[in-house]
């Protein structure tokens, strides 16, 4: 088990999935400052709300990794928390 922490931008978006060949959602989160590679985390596809509160909330999805040219799917889950409003 991963666990990450990691500050940056939640986007969610939907994308054509050539591996599917279907229109997928996709989480993505993105740092900051980084304009090279800022995908922080490997995406999240599929995601779906899983729980939310006034701290936060979880999605569920899948995340892919390939490994020797091969790509597998794992059920993945990610806790995101709100960032306070301080004005």
Do not use: C, H
């Not at 996709?26 to 590679?37: D, K, Q």
Request: hydrophobic content about 35%; aromatic content about 6%; proline content about 6%.
């Amino acid at each position: 088990m991963r666990q990450t922490s990691a500050i940056g931008e939640l986007l969610v978006e939907e994308l054509q999935d050539e591996l599917s060949r279907r229109t997928v959602r996709v989480a993505r989160l993105r740092s900051l400052g980084r304009t090279v590679n800022p995908d922080m985390l490997p995406p999240l596809y599929d995601p779906q709300l899983l729980w939310m509160a006034p701290q936060g909330f979880t999605l569920g999805g899948t995340e892919r990794l390939t490994t020797r040219g091969k790509m597998t799917e794992y059920g993945q889950t990610w806790l995101v928390r709100l960032k306070e409003n301080t004005t």
